[in-house]
């Protein structure tokens, strides 16, 4: 009997893995979004354990109660939409709140994106005089590693430091 999450993400191909929250607590259920059709695949699966089932309000969705046991934490997202729609989805949930950057400004060319972003961060750490904000720290030579992906137009790598910059927002 495969479980909940091999029945979803069954024969698909992900784009992604996003930690969009730091908990260690096994996920008990898993939101499917967002909401479609019936007979279309969910665009991302998101594991969330018991008192996180209703957290999350940047991903909407429908969730199913999994009996998958350890297999994923809570927290976990598998995103499996095109390259551009999740660069679109880190620029709504935490990128242009963060750095004031917005795609649309720039034609949604993601290099001019990250790159006015990374600026953004490094003249905010020059400002602070550096070594006070540690996880700005990180997230800038994060975003640093996405905007090299991006010069080389390989914005599907840039997902993977991006993830991570993701992650650490939690921290800040
Ligand atoms: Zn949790």
């Not at 991903?59 to 297999?71: E, I, L, Q, S, Y």
């Not at 999740?86 to 620029?91: K, P, R, T």
């Not at 006015?116 to 490094?122: D, E, Y």
Request: glycine share 8%.
């Amino acid at each position: 009997m495969p479980s909940v999450l091999q029945q979803l993400s069954a024969n698909r191909q992900l784009t992604s893995m996003r930690i969009v929250l730091k908990c260690s607590a096994e996920a008990t259920s898993i939101r499917q979004g967002p909401d479609g059709q019936a007979g279309t695949d969910p665009a991302w699966l998101a594991c969330l354990c018991t008192s996180h089932t209703e957290d999350l309000p940047g991903w909407p969705g429908t969730a199913t109660v999994t009996n998958d046991g350890a297999r994923l934490h809570c927290g976990v997202v598998l995103d499996y939409r095109p390259v551009q729609q999740v660069l679109q989805s880190h620029a709504d949930l935490w990128l242009t709140s963060l750095t004031g950057v917005n795609p649309q400004a720039l034609g949604h060319f993601w290099y001019d994106v990250l790159d006015q972003s990374n600026r953004v961060l490094l003249t905010r750490l020059e400002e602070d005089g550096g070594g006070e904000d540690e996880p700005l720290q990180d997230l800038a030579m994060m975003l640093g590693m996405a905007v090299q992906n991006a010069s080389e137009g390989n914005l599907f790598q840039a997902l993977v430091p991006l993830a991570h910059c993701e992650t650490l927002t939690q921290g800040l």
